[in-house]
T-cell receptor, first 114, second 111 residues
Framework: ETGVTQTPRHLVMGMTNKKSLKCEQH?????MYWYKQSAKKPLELMFV???????ENNSVPSRFSPECPNSSHLFLHLHTLQPEDSALYLC?????????????FGSGTQLSVL | GQQVMQIPQYQHVQEGEDFTTYCNSS?????IQWYKQRPGGHPVFLIQ?????EVKKQKRLTFQFGEAKKNSSLHITATQTTDVGTYFC???????????FGTGTRLQVTL
């Protein structure tokens, strides 16, 4: 148990569906992240939040919409996704966003878009 | 943009053999981190290297940071089946946290 909980663990959705991924961290950290992990590709940073403010949006399509209501919770709202969006979506947290912060990852949501 | 490559992509060893994965960055790094992801699992932080030429050990694992701070390696001595997984390096540049992950090396260990 890393202290970062993600739900659901698995999600299958059609291209016209709307769904949300949830992440909660119990570590008292101030920064939270969304990463995308596709087969045979490096982990891709999608969004960074520091103290509930979005500090990084890594050219992610608008069909992915993050929300950070407080420093412990992070959501990723999904709508009109494409099959190529199928991947493992990992949430992570860190104490801050300075250099040298180590990331604590959740177990991920395995997303399949049909 | 910054790129971090790892070689090999995959290695299969017999238990007891040694294993090394190499990480190379296109730019000079301020620090490098290593993570391990077990099959079906999530990345778990192993270690961070900051100084040029730094060497750190964790039991059978030895981590090195190159003198030019553009490359790093992870060496496992006498592999065990518990070492199975994918090992990622992740480098940072500049003054703000923005890790660029490497492509990963998947290690398979058989008896």
């Amino acid at each position: 148990e890393t202290g970062v909980t993600q739900t659901p663990r698995h999600l299958v959705m059609g291209m016209t569906n709307k769904k949300s991924l949830k992440c909660e961290q119990h570590l008292g950290h101030n920064a939270m992240y969304w990463y995308k992990q596709s087969a045979k590709k490096p982990l891709e940073l999608m969004f960074v939040y520091s103290l509930e403010e979005r500090v990084e949006n890594n050219s992610v399509p608008s069909r992915f919409s993050p929300e950070c209501p407080n420093s412990s919770h992070l959501f990723l709202h999904l709508h009109t996704l494409q099959p190529e969006d199928s991947a493992l979506y990992l949430c992570a947290s860190s104490q801050g966003t300075g250099v040298g912060e180590k990331l604590f990852f959740g177990s991920g949501t395995q997303l399949s878009v049909l | 943009g910054q790129q971090v490559m790892q070689i090999p992509q995959y290695q299969h060893v017999q238990e007891g053999e040694d294993f090394t994965t190499y990480c190379n960055s296109s730019t000079t790094l301020s620090n490098i981190q290593w993570y391990k992801q077990r099959p079906g699992g999530h990345p778990v932080f192993l270690i961070q290297l900051v100084k040029s030429g730094e060497v750190k050990k964790q039991k059978r694992l030895t981590f090195q940071f190159g003198e030019a701070k553009k490359n790093s390696s992870l060496h496992i001595t006498a592999t065990q089946t518990t070492d199975v997984g994918t090992y990622f390096c992740a480098g940072e540049t500049g003054t703000a946290s923005k890790l660029t992950f490497g492509t990963g090396t998947r290690l398979q260990v058989t008896l």
